[in-house]
């Protein structure tokens, strides 16, 4: 996946900012940058953009809305807190983010259009396309148990556990924590977060709350604020200014860039596939103008006299039809004659079969004497002259021959019977 660049914007778009680029997890892979936007821009190529706002200029709550979320929840949220705000909802931008199971509240976050115009105009203006825009107060680790305060220049931003961020003026610490924590800040275990520059200049008023917490711990962030907030990129928990009618407009060619790789493959994966079905399809062209060549070489060696052309079946009835004449006396019909009279008699089998144009010579098997005359006279009744020529008993068998002719070719003189 691609790393991402994340940048700190200064409350006046024109003021320098800070960045960082961080893996896939929100984990640092370089130490913060300070520079001009245009600066950040040129190392933006290939990385994806998060951005942060100052949290002063951005208004987090939450609210109970009749819809889950989605655009609904976009277009109703304004309505929702319209009693709440001073401004005209008209000039506020609303984006909604995630709902909590619990207290069935969405989070939203409100900031002016004006504002809005303002930072998306600049990061335009220096290529940068990003894919989030949040409140630095948004990225706070929600930790069990525990209120996180992080100080940023003139912001304090506070979270209590399971609780909406908020944004107060550090103009006085320990007013700013009374008036967001109330009189539980006594029961509060407080997690401090600061850079040491912000440190040395509020250390006092910090040092006057300690004591007035259930605890205290304080952490100083020698590499600036980004690594604590970046690390909460990846958690999903934080409301995404760019909705509505921000949201990122992506292009053909963007998204193209994204998946070439993806496409390179795939056509070269239906590339590969084609050409194997092609190779197959040669294949058994080649394997079945074989076997038409084998067909046709049985079929001549077969039909003596045989042209070799058309359908190798077709010419195999024809020349039966040809030697025929065309009539009943033909092949096919002596053929269905005999299986007729042998299969009405138990046990009897033909064993040889000599076909000639004046008629057929059989060999068959049968339990007696008695089976081989009733299947002898089933022919005759079937329009046949049948002769049995010999019979004897082999075992427990009974072999014998019988001579079929059509009535028209039989021979006038009495059939020989065996004895």
């Given at each position: 996946m691609a790393e991402w660049l994340v940048l700190q914007l200064s409350r006046k778009p024109e003021d320098q900012c800070g960045w960082m680029f961080a893996d896939e997890r929100g984990q640092p892979l370089s130490a913060p940058r300070v520079g001009t936007l245009a600066a950040a821009g040129q190392e933006a190529a290939g990385r994806r953009l998060a951005v942060l706002v100052p949290s002063g200029d951005v208004l987090m709550t939450d609210v109970e809305l009749p819809v889950k979320s989605g655009v609904r929840a976009q277009q109703v949220a304004p309505f929702a807190l319209e009693e709440q705000l001073a401004a005209d909802i008209e000039t506020l931008h609303f984006a909604v983010g995630p709902r909590d199971d619990v207290s069935n509240k969405t989070s939203v976050a409100v900031v002016t259009r004006d504002l809005m115009r303002q930072w998306t105009e600049a990061l335009e203006a220096a290529n940068l396309q990003p894919e989030i825009v949040c409140a630095e107060a948004a990225l706070l680790p929600d930790n069990p148990g525990h209120t996180v305060v992080l100080l940023d220049r003139e912001t304090l931003n506070a979270r209590r556990a399971g609780g909406t961020p908020l944004a107060l003026s550090a103009a006085d610490v320990a007013a700013a924590l009374e008036a967001s924590l109330g009189p539980d800040l006594a029961t509060e275990n407080v997690i401090f977060y600061s850079t040491p520059q912000d440190w040395h200049r509020h250390a006092s008023q910090i040092e006057a709350i300690r004591p007035r917490c259930a605890s205290f711990k304080a952490q100083l962030l020698n590499a600036g604020i980004l690594p604590l907030l970046a690390s909460q990129l990846m958690s999903g928990q934080f409301v995404n200014l760019l909705s509505g009618d921000y949201a990122p407009k992506r292009s053909l060619g963007s998204d193209w860039r994204?998946?070439?790789?993806?496409?390179?493959?795939?056509?070269?994966?239906?590339?590969?596939?084609?050409?194997?079905?092609?190779?197959?399809?040669?294949?058994?062209?080649?394997?079945?103008?074989?076997?038409?060549?084998?067909?046709?070489?049985?079929?001549?060696?077969?039909?003596?006299?045989?042209?070799?052309?058309?359908?190798?079946?077709?010419?195999?009835?024809?020349?039966?039809?040809?030697?025929?004449?065309?009539?009943?006396?033909?092949?096919?019909?002596?053929?269905?004659?005999?299986?007729?009279?042998?299969?009405?008699?138990?046990?009897?089998?033909?064993?040889?079969?000599?076909?000639?144009?004046?008629?057929?010579?059989?060999r068959l098997k049968a339990h007696d004497a008695t089976s081989l005359d009733r299947i002898d006279q089933t022919l005759r009744n079937n329009g046949y002259q049948a002769d049995i020529t010999s019979g004897a008993q082999n075992g427990a068998d009974y072999e014998g021959h019988i001579e079929v002719h059509t009535a028209a070719a039989a021979d006038p003189k009495p059939a020989r019977r065996s004895p």
């Open positions: 994204r998946w070439r790789l993806a496409a390179s493959l795939a056509a070269a994966l239906l590339v590969v596939h084609v050409s194997g079905l092609s190779y197959e399809w040669v294949q058994q062209r080649h394997s079945e103008q074989q076997l038409d060549d084998a067909i046709g070489q049985v079929a001549r060696n077969a039909i003596p006299g045989d042209p070799g052309t058309g359908s190798v079946r077709a010419r195999v009835q024809a020349r039966l039809a040809s030697q025929s004449g065309g009539s009943a006396a033909g092949l096919l019909p002596a053929l269905s004659a005999v299986a007729q009279a042998v299969s009405s008699v138990n046990g009897a089998t033909v064993e040889s079969l000599n076909y000639r144009k004046e008629g057929m010579e059989l």
